[in-house]
């Protein structure tokens, strides 16, 4: 009975925890229709700055008053002002993608700040000393202090939401902002209290909940911990705060039931305990019932040029020559740091397909990656030591592993859209990481003994077909670029045919799909099991390039640090995932490897360099930050800049001939790879403006979209220039110019 009592009380504190975090959550989900997934990085930055005062020579006392009363209100605030007010109009993508962003600035920030390598600890309020004892069970202090503030602050808040005027302004601010204003409100103000009081939600849960899990400060762990607050706030479905604490507290008390009741040996029980939060959000939000089917009410800012089929297969074929030439002028590591590039860049064609092309979310694609590498490894490799091989045998079947468990992860989550359906693949791809990559234990299965991770890790060795070995970096670099090119140009194929209508019908308005007589479940099943299986093939050869993987190379952090360059640049653009997959595989990686070494090289700068080492990380982040500006991502500006070219052709080839010599002086060794790749991309970010420069001297300026029939009459080019602009798809028109309105209203038809 005393074991029972216990974790009784133990699971209700924390389960008191995750309410405090979750009941934030709640509050700014409900006021501005944003979920935060970086609140566990809030809560991580605000503990890290509570444990810095301290050490400082602050009273705890004086330390949580200004953390609690200050940082957490004004980290808010901050963030409302700065960045989350501009992502009205946007699609679920963006809002995700940017609050993604701000959780891994933030963590790497603190990271920067705070050597990881160095311990630090959090006490108890009152001191671990400090308790009471209640029917044989000893309480502390700070547990009676976590379970009074979530009673009083769950109480509080929906005393807020229905019995004060600024709680209906604060719902207000996200269900009709319009109204609120002429009512003589501000939402963006409403909006602005809902994030400061989110953000001292979040900072007291982490300052509460360190101590109890061991007193470690880790920024990664951490965030993590706070992040399984995201099932309880799913019980009350981001409404109901009453729903969301009694969900946090069958949480807080699953976890340590677990681990009283369930045997100790092996490492089941461990990973049972760290997955249960995401099996719980997983089972949540398959059981809940979910919103009805709605039309497209407001049309996203986002706007995608689907390329034709020939043009798919002219740049895929540039694309092969050039990463052929590029791969002539690197050295072997640089070659299979390419490839790494290159394998990431496959894994993001299946993010364009899925997200792009349909709209369904994937928060793991890694994951899917990881289905593959594991059936790969362990059906698909002969041979032993240096003589080990990968055949293709083993990577179809991996391929089909990984559609398979895409439709079954997809099967119960049909009827889940936009964030639901984000947050269920996000459940499963924790689940995933930490139940069956962390599974070092052998199991028996119908008389076959295996082990699914043996050693914590797996050597995947390179693809043999012939006379082709992938042992070659140049072989492998361009097999996956040939790959990636065959993918694209099968992706712009699907894009274009009924079946790709049928998907982009389904992103713009679900409703007037199903209406029409589509099968929306059918559509979804195929297109997550299309996603899974391109996914996994990547997967199976980032695993073969890199050699050995663990389940570091597969954590959703990871997946969710892919998915945010793949936006950034463009996710509904077949270049969008390569720019993207190589930012992720190989853009900060090197940067940041690059001035590591440069520090270890320079000791007298050491310091310089490790700080633009963690700088590069943070710029990523903040590039990510500003994806609301343009949700269409910096590809679909590039493109739009190279069509204004078409008048200004000699910039063209004038550009194309500083290439060529740019290469000639990197082939003779007179400037290096890097410098070669350096002054190339300034070459080509720099043609635009110096086309638009040279057209707008011969006053061939643009006619804005706006002012289409007042400035220039109606033609076909200004027809196709409106369409570019709207997005829509070129249509054949009869070449009869119309009369523009301003001085030629009454010109003969």
Known sequence: MTTFLTYTILGLVLGAVYSIAASGLVLTYTTSGIFNFAHGAQAMFGTFLYWQVQQWGWPAWLALVAVIGVVGPAMGAALHAVIMKGLRGTADVTKIIVTVAVLLGTVYLAQWVWDPDEARTVDMFFGSGAKITLGGVEIRYHELVCLAAAVAIAAGLRVL?????????MRGSVDDPDLLRLNGHDPERAAMLSWALGSTLAVLAGVLIVPISGGALDADQLTLLVIDAFAAAMFGRLRSIPRTFAGAMVLGLAANYVLAYLPSAGTFTGNLRVSLPMIILFVVLVVLPQDRLRGAAVRTRERYRPPTVRSAAVWGAVLVAG??????????SGITTFALGMTFAIIALS??????????????????????????FHFGVHGTGLD??????????AVVAAALVGGLVALPALRLRGLYLALATLAFGEFLSNMVLRDTTEHKLFGVKFTLFPGGSLVVPPLKIGPLDLRDGTSSLMTATVLFALIGVGLA????????????????????????GQNLIRLKLSVFMISAAIAGLGGVLMASATGTVAQENFTFVGSLGLLMLVVVAGIGYISGALAGGLMAGVGSAVLVATFNDLALSHE???????????????????????VGRNPSGFVHDIADSYRRLRGARPVLYGGGAVGAVLYVLAVTDVIGAWTFAIAALCVVMLLPVVGRMITEERGARETPPELAGVDEPYSDELRARIDRALGLPAAHRPSRPVPALRGEANAPA
Do not use: C, W
Request: no cysteine; aromatic share 6%; net charge positive.
């Open 323 to 332: 990463v052929y030439l590029y791969s002539l002028l690197l050295s072997d």
């Open 604 to 626: 007298s700068m050491a310091n310089i360099y490790t700080a633009l080492g963690h700088l590069v990380l943070v710029m990523t982040a903040l590039v990510g930050m500003g």
């Open 351 to 376: 993010l364009t397909v899925l997200t792009g092309y349909a709209g369904e979310l994937n928060l793991a694609p890694l994951s899917f990656g990881a289905v593959a590498t594991v059936v790969a």
């Open 493 to 516: 194929a699907l894009r274009s045919s009924g079946y790709g209508r049928r998907l982009a019908a389904m992103k713009d308005s679900p409703a007037a799909t199903a209406m029409l």
């Open 161 to 169: 939401f229905t019995r004060t005027r600024a709680g209906v302004v």
């Open 388 to 397: 080990a091989r990968l055949n293709v045998q083993g990577i179809l079947l």
